[in-house]
């Protein structure tokens, strides 16, 4: 696809973009760094990880037998930040169970709807033979529905006109470079030369300039020549803050903060640790729900969805430093609804004994229970 600077936007070349492939990397490693749980609801309301699950070893240990969890997530998760889509191949056993799961490129795969509504997916492998798989067999993940309602669209086909932008001052800083930021012009001579005149001095002026000597940018013009640079510096232009406007644009684009990716032009200590939280709750969040229910729908049953579900655990991010963590533990326990287990458990140590006990505060009792009864 084209930008309207011209420049051609493709995935893989977009994504090599500095910032573009850093805010990839952000999100789709750390989402795959945290834990993502197979849990079992409870009677009293609460959840406890099913373990005994053959899911919970796919999703937690290794999805199949050439990758671990960590590598198969951030895979699925970076297809689905690039094209729009994240595709994988669903292993079955005879209980209804998932067993394994193969993550595939999205650019082998084709979906196609059915009369019955339901979708089919042909898949061509690395020897160009296609295979066809139905709905059940397909973990399909997709970044925002298309207006057919089955496909992803991809965030470099939405923002392609940034991209494009990006591309353009990315080649123009390149071609720079490549001149050794050197300004294009021209030697006006007071009088008439000729062509091979001009042949000449063009001759002995490149050669000057591409020779490999420490005076090499120096030049010595006599008889009354003079340069005329008809091309701006990247100063004179405001090169350099463009592009720092459009990395902006393109951390936009997968609401990264800033100051995540390395962009520390306004970063001070506080603001710093607050776009970090801001990273979990406006950026991983919403990611690590659209996995979750993925996930749900595609990986359990109908009748296990009922006492089984999928999902991230995304606390450990957002707890903050020590200091701040031990206060909220503080308050949890002194008023109730924290047990030293559960702190404990947080903070990846054993349980003890008598650790499930909560406390309740004297002060807080109902007014009902107070001695002579409500207050007027």
């Known amino acids: 696809m084209n930008g309207g600077t011209g420049a ?14 850093a805010c990839i990397s952000l999100v789709s490693q750390a989402l795959a760094s945290v834990p993502l749980n197979l849990y079992r609801r409870t009677a009293n309301g609460g959840r406890e990880r099913a373990t005994e699950h053959p899911l919970y070893g796919v999703l937690h240990d290794a999805p199949n037998g050439v990758m671990t969890a960590f590598e198969a997530r951030e ?5 689905l930040l690039i094209s729009g889509n994240a595709y994988a191949v ?135 020549v003079e340069w005329k640079s008809f091309s701006m510096t990247a100063r004179d232009a405001e090169f350099l803050e463009s592009r720092k406007l459009t990395n902006l644009d ?24 607050m776009e970090s939280r801001a990273l979990v709750v406006r950026c991983l969040a919403p990611v690590a729900r659209r996995v979750e229910q993925a996930m749900n729908v595609a990986l359990l049953p109908t009748g296990s969805r009922r006492t089984l579900f999928v999902e991230h655990d995304l606390a450990g991010l957002q707890r903050g430093d020590m200091k701040a963590r031990y206060e909220g533990y503080r308050i949890g326990r002194e008023w109730g609804w924290l047990s030293p287990n559960e702190i404990r458990g947080w903070e990846n140590m054993p349980a003890i004994d008598g650790g499930d006990e909560y406390l309740s505060p004297l002060n807080m009792t109902p007014i009902d229970a107070r001695v002579g009864g409500p207050t007027e």
């Open 90 to 224: 669903l292993d079955w056993n005879a209980r209804g169970q998932v067993v394994g799961l193969d993550p595939i490129d999205p650019g082998r795969v084709v979906v196609e709807r059915l009369e019955s509504g339901r979708l089919r997916y042909r898949v061509t492998d690395r020897n160009g033979s296609v295979r066809v798989y139905l709905q059940d067999e397909i973990l399909h993940l997709r970044y925002r529905l298309a207006r057919d309602g089955v496909m992803g669209l991809s965030p470099i086909q939405l923002a392609r006109e940034t991209i494009s932008l990006a591309l353009t001052q990315q080649d123009a800083a390149a071609g720079m470079a490549a001149r050794g930021n050197r300004p294009s012009g021209a030697l006006v001579f007071p009088q008439m030369i000729g062509r091979e005149g001009k042949e000449s001095a063009l001759g002995k002026l490149k050669a000057k300039i591409e020779a490999d000597t420490l005076t090499s940018n120096v030049l010595v013009l006599d008889g009354g």
């Open 75 to 79: 895979m699925l998760i970076a297809n």
């Open 8 to 21: 051609y936007v493709d995935p893989q070349r977009a994504s090599g973009l500095a910032t573009a492939g």
């Open 250 to 273: 393109i951390c936009r684009i997968w609401g990264v903060p800033p100051t995540v990716v390395g962009i520390l032009d306004h970063g001070t200590y506080s603001n710093v640790e």
